[in-house]
């Protein structure tokens, strides 16, 4: 009996212990900031220092946002040049093919078109763009497994309006694996696309 009363003495007396040291601690903690207020309201060279180092801090983290932002537009224009010039450089190289071909006619060019889609794809190396291209008359043709929906109809209809280079932002989604593997997901990406005519008119759309 003796020796449990004991153990409830330590134990209350511990308890005190320790709420006498985080009262000890907590005065301290007060007595130092308030001689922490009281510098602050007796000092104006403290003051003008505080606030001349906040400003510095925050002057800094904005000019190194906006640094970073600059770089990352600098990044994606650049991004955005290159795959324009690329573009435009497939277009003229798979017009050159047509105009060599005096012959080209909507049943009789699938295997030409094939194989302009399939030099442009080569010339792009492996990590080189998917290509896109579209005729009036048969399903478009396509490189590796991008879908021919990732081109927006908008698109399309400025390609077909008349000759020149367009472009927009869009999502650009992929077929599943051979094997049956997931659904790949859409990623960001940028379409490109102009005109292809034959020599005897028939026309065409190519898209990067």
Do not use: C, H
Request: proline share 6%; aromatic share 4%.
């Amino acid at each position: 009996m003796t020796e449990g009363v004991d153990q409830a003495a330590g134990a209350i007396d511990l308890r005190r212990r320790g709420v006498r040291v985080l009262s000890d601690a907590g005065e301290s903690a007060l007595r130092v900031w308030r001689r922490v207020v009281a510098a602050w309201q007796r000092s104006i060279q403290l003051r003008v220092v505080t606030a001349t180092l906040a400003l510095s801090v925050a002057v800094v983290s904005l000019l190194g946002v906006t640094l970073m932002r600059q770089v990352t537009d600098g990044l994606l224009s650049q991004q955005k040049d290159d795959a324009l010039a690329e573009a435009a450089a497939g277009i003229d190289i798979a017009q050159g093919q047509l105009d060599g071909r005096d012959d080209v006619e909507p049943a009789a060019s699938p295997q030409l078109l094939r194989q302009i889609v399939q030099d442009l794809t080569n010339r792009g190396g492996p990590e080189g763009p998917d290509i896109v291209l579209t005729r009036d008359v048969g399903s478009p043709v396509i490189s590796r497994t991008v879908r021919a929906g990732s081109v927006p109809e908008e698109l399309q209809t400025q390609v077909e309006g008349r000759p020149s280079l367009f472009w927009t932002y869009t999502s650009i989604s992929y077929e599943p694996a051979p094997d049956g593997g997931d659904e790949p997901k859409p990623e960001p990406g940028l379409a490109a696309g102009g005109q292809l005519r034959t020599p005897s008119g028939i026309q065409y759309g190519l898209y990067y």
